[in-house]
């Protein structure tokens, strides 16, 4: 992990879609003592999403990003990210794509949290598919935002054993703790770089 020099922190946003538990992770992380991160904003692709409500609570500034009028959005959530000096954008259950051009604009800079191992079962259900396939494992994976979907650069992952008698639904709950762990690694080990 890289030194916090001068204490500076890092700024980062928060990209949701839904229920938010991620979010609501990354928020008590941002509040530790030795944080090293500053939640600077939540951007919601829909302003019903139920993860808001972390936001709001926390008084955490919140950007509604409008997919009717995706590229003046984009443009918009650009700009205001630029000025207000964020370097990490953390996509948490964000189900929209981002344009090429958003991601230029970042590159390197946005990371995605996925409930598999990736490279196997990207896109959703993937409990389901992988309940279904009769894996042995599972777990999730933290990973580069690129133009594919759950396509980029691995940065960490963790797995777990699949117990005789799971369920999909219980390997939701399984791995959604797994991934309130990993979310803040992974941005331990980018710190260095960013
Ligand atoms: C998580 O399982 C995450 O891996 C996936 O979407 C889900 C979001 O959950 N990308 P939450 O909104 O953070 O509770």
Known sequence: MGKLIGNKKLNIAVFISGRGSNLNNLIKFSKKKKSFINLIFVVSSSKAA??????????????????????????????????????????????????????????????NIHPSLLPRYKGLNTHERVIKNNEKFTGCTVHFVNKNLDSGKIIIQKKIKIKKGDTASILSKKVLTLEHQLYPKAIKKLFASL
């Open 50 to 111: 139920r993860g808001l409500v972390y936001a709001k609570k926390n008084n955490i500034k919140i950007i509604i990003f409008n997919y009717k009028k995706k590229l003046t959005s984009e443009r918009n959530v650009l700009k205001i990210l630029n000025s207000n000096k964020i370097k990490l954008i953390c996509l948490a259950g964000f189900m929209k794509i981002l344009s090429i051009k958003f991601i230029r604009n970042f590159k390197g800079k946005i990371i």
